[in-house]
């Protein structure tokens, strides 16, 4: 039997939405690795008729992640850029996206070569204060797509007050919750009409796996997305869909290990003479420390920080004598990785629109893993007194 809606964050990885499997007993949802089921008066559900609308493991995944998010309908996608594409075309051609102007560069630049071919025109504002967000909003907006905290420059917006200017203006309202999975915040319980995962970050959580979701409360509002899901056709295999659910038992656990390793390591980078700004909501001296403590359980493992020698050559030294952290793209594993955005995750934004949100050449973003902290901040060390020698 699945946990009670009320249960808590830890309880609900583990049995939310999800019971033994009602054919065989089996503790562990099993893997349906099917492309069509038998149409027969003696098949219980008849719900399901071919993959890609239905896969039983998709479905058990699926009541995961809403409960996880303490949503009502879960819809997972074959990766996170799918089901931003999914949400897109909710819009018509001449509505307008208002946009982060500090978010994921694929997200970017689906919005702007991609649907603005379309008709559909993405505007990118600063929304840390949401008095900018109620000037910016026109006729034309439909949608208020938030990040928080940002990629990667881990700005904060305060989600319960733009989703308030998103209802009053009549906006779907999409919070991209990444960077923060749901142990650390759920946006639905703070207004969001949808919530958005990359699932290949935290939720799975072991580096093996593509994965998107979408997790949302209003019924209509599904059905259209289920609608697009099977008729657009971007949906995840039942293999990958057991991999997101085994990483979401844990998910709680691993969340928790990465905050408590990325404040050990914030304060190495604070101390070093080569780094001249750290990026990191839990600082009490973050611009919006108050809004992520007020919306956020913990900070998060993500840390972003720029060297006083603004230039690349500079980050690739750091690069050369990092040991633990592995030099790749994504995050949310279970390994420490390092980045640099600006030739990596952001490539694809203009330099001039990089540097107005403060994302430099030599920015450094790392995503904080579950190792031991005594190696990850030896590890930084040693490469920051290494490339300053």
Known sequence: MSANKDAEFATQCIHGGLGPDPLTGAVMTPIYQTSTYAQSESVIDKSYEYGRTRNPTRTALQHNLAAIERGKFGVCFSSGLAAMDTVLRLLEPGDEVLASDDLYGGSYRLLTTVFGRYGIKSRFIDMRDPANVRKEVSAATKMLWIETPTNPMLNIVDIATLTGIAKAKELISVVDNTFASPYLQQPLTL?????????????????????????????????????????????????????????????HLRVQRACENARGIVDVLRNSDLVANVYYPGLKDHPRHDVAKKQMRDFGGMISFDLREDTREAVARVMKHIRYFTLAESLGGVESLIGHPATMTHASIPREQRLRVGLTDSLIRLSVGIEDVADLSGDLKNALAAASG
């Open 191 to 251: 207004g969001a009409d949808i919530v958005l995962h990359s699932a290949t970050k935290y939720l799975g959580g072991h580096s093996d796996v593509i994965m998107g979701a979408l997790i949302l409360n209003d019924e209509a509002l599904a059905d259209k997305l289920y609608y697009l899901q099977n008729a657009v056709g971007a949906v995840p295999g039942p293999q990958d869909c057991f991999l997101v659910m085994r990483g979401v038992k844990t998910l």
